[in-house]
Structure formats: C-alpha cells, structure tokens
C-alpha cells in the first residue's frame, strides 16, 4: 500500500466499527500478510483488514457502492477506481500531490462537485476521514 500504514491504523483506532476493504491481487499476496502483521503490531485485531476477490464487471459499482469512503493511495492515486467510487455515490477522499498520478482523483472529485477541498497532509487525511466514517 502507498499511503502510510501508519495513516490506515490510526483511522481504524479511531473509529472502532471500521474495516479497512481492499480487492485481493494476485501479483500482490503479500499485502494481506504485511497488513495484518502491521494492525496486529498496532493492537488492532487483524479481522479488521478484509480482503475481496475482483468484482465481475456487471457487479462491480454495486459493490463499491456498498463502502462508506473510498481512501485514495498515495502517491499513487486512483484513475478509474475513483470514478467506480463516485458512480457508487462513495465519498472520495485523496491527497494530491505534484505527479499526475498522484493528482488524477483529485481532479475527478474536482469536475463533480462545487467543494474542491482536499487533505494537505496525512494528519488531515486521518482527521477528515475519521470524521468522515463517524
């Protein structure tokens, strides 16, 4: 993952009802691993981390629609996930950064709404999402 481990477990200790939702891919089992161990070594149940296979195309905005926030990564942001996520009515939260990669959901989330606000740090990301999910 891009963005801070650290980013994601203070997020989840501070809203205690939340899952951390990611699509399992092949070429990365590791992850799953890596991020269990990092919840279990920052007191947070590994059952908190859970992981989903891809979504068949036909299901896939459906099941989107289903999360509460959709976290970018960083600084390697979302492209068309972002857009899968606003399709869903998802809130979208991101940190841009100065490569395109990192600034493409920001631009997104800009053209669709009048509030263009985004995070300008990692702490603001963990505040505005745990104020988010609250």
């Known amino acids: 993952m891009c963005i801070r481990d650290s980013t ?3 997020v ?3 809203s205690p009802s939340a899952l951390l939702w ?22 947070l149940a590994p059952s908190r981390l859970h992981m989903s296979e891809l979504f068949p195309v036909e299901k896939h905005i459906k099941i989107k629609g289903a ?3 959709y976290i970018d990564s960083f600084p390697f942001g979302a492209h068309s996930s972002a857009i899968d996520a606003l399709w869903g009515k998802v809130p979208l939260l991101t940190l ?8 493409v959901a920001f631009s997104v989330v800009c053209s669709v709404s009048s509030e263009c606000s985004m995070p300008a740090s990692f702490k603001q990301m963990e505040d505005a999402a ?5």
Not at 96 to 103: D, I, Y
């Open 22 to 43: 990611m699509i399992r891919f092949p070429a990365a089992e590791d992850v799953q691993v890596r991020l269990s161990a990092e919840l279990r070594g920052s007191g």
């Open 130 to 134: 745990t104020l988010l999910i609250a």
């Open 8 to 10: 994601w477990t203070a």
């Open 12 to 14: 989840l200790r501070r």
């Open 67 to 69: 999360a509460d926030l």
């Open 96 to 103: 841009p950064g100065q490569s395109l990669a990192s600034r």
